[in-house]
């Protein structure tokens, strides 16, 4: 095989440029193999030198089935790239095997590829690659033994690739059309209201304090006595703690009833809802 048949088999392998193949070539003495570490030895430096920006685009892929979802946030530079062939098979790949370790992202990013190179030093050839920061941001696996899972995308990108997911957990016996559909509109419904926990005792205390951080500052400048101040205050964080639990929110379909209204209405006993997942590329 001569030289220039070499650099193409090695362009074809690794994606890199005609140059750097080139130059990979003549270092390794003409062995394809030890050009590709080379290559990769050299992405790294590459890569490094982009992970300083910032990388706010991307996607999130969902995988798995009723039983056990999981959920995985890969972020980017450009919304170009976020459609790029190579980055949404990485991502896919990446998807399947984040279920399969229950995101556990340090045990995932040692995890061989089907290539059989792992998935930290597969990104970092993937940086090098596109020319951009690529990072894997939050993740989640929702599996409960007596639940089951239902899940909704948004803005999809490619198949189980989108800008917003979520996975939302019922426990029930009734396996039901009834409970599917509610299973499908309640994803739906926590997409579009995004709430903050399930119910108002489960905010997280530092938001509620921030929130009343604010209502107690903006009070303080409207020059309203202290004891109707305080009754304004109270309101706004009851209203604010309503309107951010997904069982008293005002269900999307029907504004008029709350979501543990719809519930009520279902007649199914044992019916509840077991947690949530909320997931937007950006936020």
Same mark, same amino acid.
């Given at each position: 095989?001569?030289?220039?048949?070499?650099?193409? &088999?090695?362009?074809?392998?690794?994606?890199?440029?005609? /140059?750097?193949?080139?130059?990979?070539?003549?270092?390794?003495?003409?062995?394809?193999?030890?050009?590709?570490?080379?290559?990769?030895?050299?992405?790294?430096?590459?890569? +490094?030198?982009?992970?300083?920006?910032?990388?706010?685009?991307?996607?999130?892929?969902?995988?798995?089935?009723? $039983? $056990?979802?999981?959920?995985?946030?890969?972020?980017?530079?450009?919304? !170009?790239?976020? %459609?790029?062939?190579? !980055?949404?098979? !990485?991502?896919?790949?990446?998807?399947?095997?984040?279920?399969?370790?229950? +995101?556990?992202?340090? %045990?995932?990013?040692?995890?061989?590829?089907?290539?059989?190179?792992?998935?930290?030093?597969?990104?970092?050839?993937?940086?090098? /690659?596109?020319?951009?920061?690529?990072?894997?941001? %939050?993740?989640?696996?929702?599996?409960?033994?007596?639940?089951?899972?239902?899940?909704?995308?948004?803005?999809?990108?490619?198949?189980?690739?989108? $800008?917003?997911?979520?996975?939302? +957990?019922?426990?029930?016996?009734?396996?039901?059309?009834?409970? &599917?559909?509610?299973?499908?509109?309640?994803?739906?419904?926590?997409?579009?209201?995004?709430?903050?926990?399930?119910?108002?005792?489960?905010?997280?205390?530092?938001?509620?304090? /921030?929130?009343?951080?604010?209502?107690?500052?903006?009070?303080?400048? +409207?020059?309203?006595?202290?004891?109707?101040?305080?009754?304004?205050?109270?309101?706004?964080?009851? %209203? !604010?703690?309503?309107?951010?639990?997904?069982?008293?929110?005002?269900?999307?379909?029907?504004?008029?009833?709350?979501?543990?209204?719809?519930?009520?209405?279902?007649?199914?006993?044992?019916?509840?809802?077991?947690?949530?997942?909320?997931?937007?590329?950006?936020?």
């Amino acid at each position: 095989m001569s030289d220039i048949e070499k650099v193409k &088999k090695l362009r074809d392998a690794t994606g890199a440029g005609f /140059k750097d193949c080139n130059l990979a070539i003549k270092e390794s003495g003409g062995d394809l193999d030890k050009a590709v570490e080379i290559l990769r030895v050299k992405g790294i430096s590459k890569a +490094s030198k982009k992970m300083s920006r910032d990388a706010k685009e991307g996607v999130v892929a969902i995988s798995g089935d009723e $039983k $056990k979802t999981s959920v995985i946030e890969v972020n980017c530079e450009t919304d !170009f790239v976020a %459609k790029n062939d190579n !980055f949404i098979n !990485f991502v896919k790949e990446l998807s399947e095997l984040n279920n399969q370790n229950d +995101s556990n992202v340090e %045990k995932l990013k040692k995890i061989k590829m089907k290539n059989d190179i792992s998935v930290e030093e597969n990104l970092v050839t993937l940086i090098a /690659k596109i020319g951009e920061k690529i990072t894997i941001g %939050k993740t989640k696996t929702i599996s409960n033994s007596s639940t089951v899972n239902y899940q909704y995308l948004h803005t999809v990108v490619k198949d189980n690739l989108a $800008k917003l997911a979520v996975i939302v +957990s019922l426990e029930t016996k009734d396996n039901s059309d009834t409970v &599917k559909t509610f299973g499908k509109q309640l994803s739906m419904h926590i997409a579009a209201s995004n709430p903050l926990a399930l119910e108002s005792s489960l905010i997280d205390k530092a938001i509620i304090d /921030k929130e009343q951080e604010l209502v107690t500052e903006e009070l303080k400048n +409207s020059g309203k006595p202290e004891e109707i101040a305080k009754k304004i205050s109270l309101g706004k964080m009851n %209203k !604010f703690k309503e309107e951010n639990a997904l069982l008293t929110q005002a269900w999307v379909m029907e504004p008029k009833k709350k979501v543990q209204d719809i519930v009520e209405e279902l007649s199914i006993a044992d019916l509840k809802i077991k947690e949530f997942y909320r997931i937007k590329i950006g936020e």
